[in-house]
């Protein structure tokens, strides 16, 4: 796999840091790791209760393994990614603290 096990430790910790362990039954947010990127959603059980659990994808972190950095990807209505305006970097941590911190709407409207 390209991306850094230690960066993948750090975004893992992360989600599971994003809400109380108390509400899990209620709301997750999780990292769905591909080769070259990872998509945090947002993870519920359907209304009713029953059934499989509703992904919802929230933002996206991608990888350039030739360049060391990473680089942070919203998603439309429609589900595509799109650039995010933010310079790529080296430390995952600073875009993790960009999506939980910076109040854009975008991430958890």
Excluded at 56 to 76: E, Q, V
């Amino acid at each position: 796999m390209a991306i850094p096990e230690d960066d993948l430790d750090r975004i893992n910790r992360w989600c599971e840091s994003c809400v109380p362990e108390e509400y899990w039954d209620q709301v997750k947010v999780e990292a769905d790791i591909a080769e070259r990127h990872v998509t945090i959603v947002e993870v519920r059980p359907l209304w009713t209760g029953e059934g499989e659990y509703v992904r919802f994808p929230i933002a996206r972190l991608r990888y350039t393994k030739s360049t060391g950095l990473w680089s942070l990807y919203w998603r439309d209505r429609n589900l595509k990614f799109h650039k995010y305006d933010i310079e790529p970097t080296a430390t995952v941590g600073t875009l993790l603290d960009h999506i939980g911190n910076s109040g854009d709407p975008i991430f958890f409207g």
